[in-house]
T-cell receptor
Framework: GENVEQHPSTLSVQEGDSAVIKCTYS??????FPWYKQELGKRPQLIID?????GEKKDQRIAVTLNKTAKHFSLHITETQPEDSAVYFC????????????FGTGTSLTVIP | KAGVTQTPRYLIKTRGQQVTLSCSPI?????VSWYQQTPGQGLQFLFE???????NKGNFPGRFSGRQFSNSRSEMNVSTLELGDSALYLC????????????FGPGTRLLVL
């Protein structure tokens, strides 16, 4: 089955700096890659996603890039703010019935004011 | 629309007992997925139900089971609880399943003593 690895597990940045989180996947059949943000004590919430027919997608300060050949995708947060502090999860899924998402183990991002 | 709800929010059980957790999806959503979240392991897929049918199952022992009712509400059951079953159990819903945005519930935190 699919295996998603996520790095780093923890990340501290100064407010205003950029943060990058990287994920790799093993199964070339995966074609949908969402990113979730989970604040302490709250539920995961989708922040951005990308499909395999697109190389990059941006939404304000957040961007995701996908390299299908290398089987990796990354989350980029620019101009970080303290409210960006949370755990971020990447995930991958294939286009098949059953809606199974394979998640990375999470990155705990701390933005230092 | 009301979000995904889960009951109970917190639960304490002892080894050997069984437990039933409930998830009510967003109105109109027919797919419900269940995940186990533990520190260091991230979110691990348990199973997914769509129109009362289990379409996909993760790599968990048979002690973990679930079902879905005609109103799309879902329950998961864990029998013969073990200490290692202590975790946050999250359910997520979306309309039709495959590769759509998943909306997570707040989770049920289970502690097995």
């Amino acid at each position: 089955g699919e295996n998603v690895e996520q790095h780093p597990s923890t990340l501290s940045v100064q407010e205003g700096d950029s943060a990058v989180i990287k994920c790799t996947y093993s199964d070339s059949a995966s074609n949908y890659f969402p990113w979730y943000k989970q604040e302490l004590g709250k539920r995961p919430q989708l922040i951005i996603d990308i499909r395999s027919n697109v190389g990059e997608k941006k939404d304000q300060r957040i961007a995701v890039t996908l390299n299908k050949t290398a089987k990796h995708f990354s989350l980029h947060i620019t101009e970080t703010q303290p409210e960006d502090s949370a755990v971020y999860f990447c995930a991958a899924s294939m286009d098949q019935p059953g809606n199974q998402f394979y998640f990375g183990t999470g990155t705990s991002l701390t933005v230092i004011p | 629309k009301a979000g995904v709800t889960q009951t109970p929010r917190y639960l304490i059980k002892t080894r050997g007992q069984q437990v039933t957790l409930s998830c009510s999806p967003i109105s109109g959503h027919r797919s419900v997925s269940w995940y186990q979240q533990t520190p260091g392991q991230g979110l691990q897929f348990l199973f997914e139900y769509f129109s009362e049918t289990q379409r996909n199952k993760g790599n968990f022992p048979g002690r973990f089971s679930g079902r879905q009712f005609s109103n799309s509400r879902s329950e998961m059951n864990v029998s013969t609880l073990e200490l290692g079953d202590s975790a946050l159990y999250l359910c997520a819903s979306n309309r039709d399943g495959d590769q759509e945005t998943q909306y997570f519930g707040p989770g049920t935190r289970l502690l097995v003593l």
